[in-house]
DNA sequence: GGCTGTCTTGACAGCGCTGTCACAGGGTCG
DNA sequence: CGACCCTGTGACAGCGCTGTCAAGACAGCC
């Protein structure tokens, strides 16, 4: 259980400790031979810096802090991942952090994280990340940050972010549903605290006008990021005097929803009505059918994320970037049912 | 961003350092009156100790482990939030670890985790808890340990251990099938890399022999813990020239593609086919009909196992404990259809 | 030759905390 | 009344690493 230190591995290699450090994190100031005679020594002993005195020595922990508040397991997985394999690649360490998002003293909060453990910085994900204040309060304190936030690339945004464009992939959505012949199609809103949830509902009527449909209020329909939101909202779709012939829910989870609430009411998936859902979650797959949705891979999007972190706190001057999610078409979605040939409901 | 140390806290109060040490860790050897002075100068300070100092510092870093190796999402962030939970409530740190519990060197990759954060101990989830020459092998570099197994109680046990009783619960599931008056029962199993799945298998065996039923070759079917083993086992299952009227999956997933396999072959749940799953997971409650399974609340065992290990590490003596997953009955199973009025497949 | 600048290297002082040990003060016991 | 123990407290030495600064070696220059 005992492991070497620095101090053994100088000896062994017949340096001073310092240039040991100075191996181990990359400086460039060794000569050749010097460095090579340490990294035999390194390896001879199976010498692994002990982060905590790192951490506790240097200005900050070489470890950086996941921040999301988010009820999909998928998601908060895929997130886990990508934030892991960038964390791995560059030898940086790793601290997950749930929050609450509307909570008060959020950012005392963060900061107390930050500090007990000397972080070296924070990936906020949404919606965290879109909490105008709480960023305010975290740049005060100097805490580094990169946040994830939805929306189309904005030239005049002040804190560095990676950008994911919502309102893009939903009116891929809603077209695909406009190409098919559906004219009349229900959206299932998510959680308001979500900006990307208004990004997408803009998405859809971006679309929709520029096919030009009218917006309609009734087919609207508000609720969370949940299956029972799906479940309820998609009923209500289904009692108006003239559903829709496709619902479109703002994530998989609330599709889902919406096709048990299909299947439930004795509607057949697509050809009594067409679902579809957004994130590409395992759920789109591996429902019936599976469900049309907007590939958003959450795992290379917080990858990118925390490399740019960790580049930035490495005093390098990064860019922001973009990404857009793709339209997966899945059986969930067909043409509606010709008009003369529609079953009747309930 | 700057925070009060210890000394800070100590000049304060008017005591050594090492008295508000005592203090911050409920060390009882303080006076009252002393204790309350410190916590005092504590409160004024906003003071918060540093983890990573106390860690380097101290024998461990009060911090322990969570090992898993899992495929379904929301049984890992139930079991992260399991761990969390124990450790916020006895201030202890938490480490996620995800590995691969068949990769050669797993006990090594283990303790260098260990070494290099000086964590106080891991817990071990299935299946790299049921690793045994893994568990050798870390128990020998003196690693403390609590691992969750599935099993029913074992005085002989040398380990510190949860157990899982899913043989029970698996008994209770295809009893009820059998209740219903169902005698041909599919079961789908679930990855051989887990002890589970064998204890799932023996409950089906064991309820199916008690009602004097034989268990048939043809009925079980091998697979992993995925969708789509359970989609098609599930056909494989529906295309035999006796199908079983109800099927059990080793899991919520791969019930879930049962459910698709028989929705995609035509077949009406639980009508047609029942059809009941394991872990009840968000899947069994969102998908049409919601599954019949067994309730395992991972958070709830990894919430207990942590906090066998913290009491552990702290010098306790602790017993272990067992869990027995219960019955949830949904809307998936039914009784069969009359053998008269059967329809047709296909 | 002396001066400056660059490249490598090492000595040393902490980072903030805890383990160990020592010690003062007061009670108990034979 | 001395030996002994218990309680409460503090001094001090690290834990393993990095930041700072200084110094040696050597090259290039006037």
């Not at 939805?150 to 893009?168: G, I, L, M, Q």
């Not at 229900?186 to 449909?213: I, N, P, Q, W």
């Not at 009505?273 to 797959?285: L, Q, T």
């Not at 590939?295 to 999007?301: S, T």
């Amino acid at each position: 259980m005992e492991s070497a230190t620095l101090a053994d591995v100088a000896t062994r290699a017949g340096v001073s400790a310092k240039t040991v450090s100075r191996v181990v994190n990359g400086e460039r100031s060794v000569r050749q031979e010097t460095r090579q005679r340490v990294l035999r020594a390194i390896e001879q002993l199976d010498y692994r810096p002990n982060l905590l005195a790192r951490g506790l020595s240097g200005a900050h922990a070489y470890t950086v802090g996941l921040v999301y508040d988010n009820p999909n397991a998928y998601y908060i997985i895929a997130m886990q991942q990508g934030a892991l394999a960038a964390c791995d690649d560059l030898n940086f360490g790793l601290q997950f952090r749930p929050c609450d998002s509307t909570a008060p003293g959020l950012a005392e909060g963060l900061r107390d994280f930050v500090q007990r453990s000397r972080l070296s910085g924070l990936v906020l994900t949404t919606p965290v990340s879109e909490r105008t204040a709480t960023l305010e309060r975290l740049a005060a304190y100097g805490i580094p940050f990169v946040r994830i936030v939805s929306a189309a690339r904005d030239p005049h945004e002040k804190f560095p972010c990676v950008y994911v464009d919502d309102r893009d992939a939903a009116y891929a959505i809603t077209a695909h549903l406009l190409h098919l012949g559906h004219v009349r199609i229900g959206f299932l809103r998510g959680g308001k605290h979500h900006h990307a949830s208004a990004e997408r509902l803009k998405g859809y009527k971006d679309a929709l006008r520029d096919y030009g449909v009218t917006p309609s209020r009734e087919l609207m329909v508000e609720g969370d990021y949940v299956f029972d939101d799906g479940f309820r909202g998609a009923r209500r779709l289904f009692d108006l005097a003239e559903p829709p012939t496709a619902i479109f829910g703002c994530n998989d989870e609330i599709a889902a929803g919406a096709l048990a609430a299909a299947q439930s009411a004795g509607l057949s998936v697509p050809y009594d009505v067409s679902i579809a859902g957004f994130e590409d979650s395992p759920f789109s797959r591996h429902s019936w059918p599976p469900l049309t949705t907007a590939r958003q891979r959450a795992d290379i999007i917080v990858e990118r994320a925390t490399r740019m972190l960790i580049a930035r706190i490495r005093g390098e001057t990064v860019d922001n970037e973009g990404f857009n999610p793709e339209l997966v078409v899945r059986g969930s979605t067909a043409p509606p049912r010709p008009k003369s040939r529609q079953r009747k409901r309930r």
